[in-house]
């Protein structure tokens, strides 16, 4: 068998005022084939697995490029088909191949595109027919549409989130790939609109115990190849937008179509119970500086550079200053121009600086201050899982009895390592500010004596029934109290 594989992944919020262009993949992941790590990250992980599968049965595997964004807002259009069509010229030089086997996103919007994954997969099969095998491992923040599953043969998306579980996800495709590459199964996608878009945490009742449920149901009916929850991505404004049941199962789609419908309608019926319990900056300042234990952890979750947001909203940090807060860490400011200015001056230094909410409004007012100068990290990266993630050139600076994290690249804060490698123990501050909705959980929830999820300013659009939307459509709850009643009465 001879099997070609590549990742090209991005997530798009279509609000971001930050555009992204080759430069964001380069400061993420940009590795041509040979080049990619041992070390699997988010999308890319079908590669690192397929080389020991790949390994193991004996097959050549043929690697493409590897290409991942952090999320921001639109990508820049050349940039787009320049990558998409470097895989796609390394696809037509593999030919011919028995199976094509990708890594994606799902959210990617390019400036012309508003389904570049759909239009990549597309360009796969043409370039393959109709007979070859093409399968994805995806993020559930994204948009499943009509056209990625009619270029495709099944897709298995990530089922945890915070998605500590991509690894496992990619073994599951490939475990799927290989036993419809030797004869043992068919294949057969069955998709329900669940008509919502909604936050599911895995991390908390009720959606612990929904993911559960379909791993068992996996386990259990020798029908069913895969079960995925495809969340939906809010900030992404596309015709397709919202949540998804996909239920793959061996040839059998009727069957696959009956129990994705009864689970996407189990799950519309708990919405709006998914999300965490929210609480406002002064709130949590004041519970985080009341209690007699830390590190709290509290997360700006909305701020989140993983969704597209800058991640230089300054709301908590202001509110902690104004109350005089100590034996305090925020983790991280992103302001290239200020990690820039403290690198030139040097740890140590102790120079005036204005830093934080520049990209948007309703990120709060820069912050100016005399500042010292801890330390310096070049090309500083944190653990995410098995995996690493970069923030870029960092500067540690410390105000007013502060200590703030200010990152050239953006990344959301999925690990206490962010702190430690910057020369903070994390384990040792009474209060530690982050910037995630949910990934910094499975490792913070290990040192947090207490979790705050804080919603501060409006750098995210996190409330669809209120969101400007222009392309979204507008018939699914909360915009609409419940579309399956109004389209029964369609019909």
């Not at 559960?212 to 259990?220: L, R, Y």
């Not at 991505?233 to 397709?240: I, K, L, N, R």
């Not at 020369?423 to 499975?442: C, E, M, R």
């Amino acid at each position: 068998m001879r099997i070609f594989t590549a990742a090209f992944a991005t997530e798009t919020n279509t609000f971001s005022p930050i555009c992204i262009d080759r430069r964001a993949f380069e400061a993420s992941l940009y590795a041509p084939p040979g080049m990619h790590p041992e070390t699997p990250t988010l999308c890319s992980a079908p590669i690192t697995v397929g080389r020991r599968v790949a390994a193991q049965k004996g097959w050549d595997l043929i690697e493409g490029t590897a290409a991942w964004a952090d999320p921001a807002g639109l990508v820049n259009r050349r940039t787009y088909e320049d990558l998409r069509d470097e895989i796609l010229d390394q696809l037509r030089a593999a030919m011919p191949v028995d199976a094509v086997v990708l890594g994606l996103h799902g959210a990617m919007v390019a400036d012309g595109y508003e389904d570049t994954e759909g239009d990549l997969l597309s360009r796969v099969r043409e370039i393959v027919g109709p007979d070859i095998l093409v399968c994805a491992e995806l993020d559930p923040h994204s948009h499943l549409t009509e056209k990625r599953v009619a270029a495709a043969d099944f897709f298995v998306y990530f089922k945890e989130f915070p998605h500590t579980d991509f690894v496992d996800r990619a073994e599951d495709l490939w475990r799927i790939a290989v036993d419809t590459l030797e004869g043992r199964v068919e294949p057969a996608m069955s998709v329900f609109d669940c008509r919502m878009i909604d936050v599911f945490p895995t991390s908390r009742e009720p959606m612990r115990s929904f993911v559960d449920k379909i791993m068992a149901m996996e386990k259990s009916d020798a029908d069913i190849l895969s079960i995925s929850v495809i969340h939906g991505f809010m900030a992404g404004d596309v015709p397709e937008m919202g949540t998804k049941l996909l239920v793959v199962t061996n040839s059998k789609p009727d069957k696959g179509s009956a129990i994705a419908r009864a689970l996407g309608l189990e799950l519309f019926s708990k919405r709006g119970t998914f999300i965490m319990p929210q609480i406002d900056e002064k709130q949590a300042v004041s519970q985080a500086m009341a209690a007699t234990s830390g590190p709290v952890v509290i997360a700006d979750l909305w701020d989140n550079p993983g969704g597209g947001t800058a991640g230089d909203a300054t709301v908590i940090l202001q509110e902690l200053l104004d109350r005089g807060a100590t034996d305090t860490a925020i983790g991280t400011i992103w302001d290239p121009m200020a990690v820039q200015i403290c690198m030139a001056a040097g740890e140590g230094a102790e120079i005036p600086l204005r830093f934080g909410a520049k990209s948007a409004p309703g990120t709060g007012n820069p912050i100016d201050g005399l500042v010292k100068i801890i330390s310096l990290v070049a090309s500083a990266e944190m653990r995410f899982g098995e995996s690493f993630a970069p923030f870029g050139d960092a500067a540690h600076i410390q105000l007013d009895g502060i200590d703030i994290i200010l990152n050239s690249t953006r990344a959301q804060s999925f690990d206490p390592s962010l702190f430690s490698v910057m020369g903070i123990d994390p384990t040792l501050k009474k209060i530690l500010v982050i910037k995630s909705t949910n990934h910094f959980y499975a490792s913070f929830s290990r040192i947090a004596s207490e979790i705050l999820y804080c919603s501060a300013g409006t750098p995210y659009p996190n409330n669809p029934a209120r969101t400007p939307y222009r392309r979204a459509r507008k018939d699914i709850w909360p915009m609409v109290a419940d579309p399956h009643v109004e389209k029964r009465k369609e019909a």
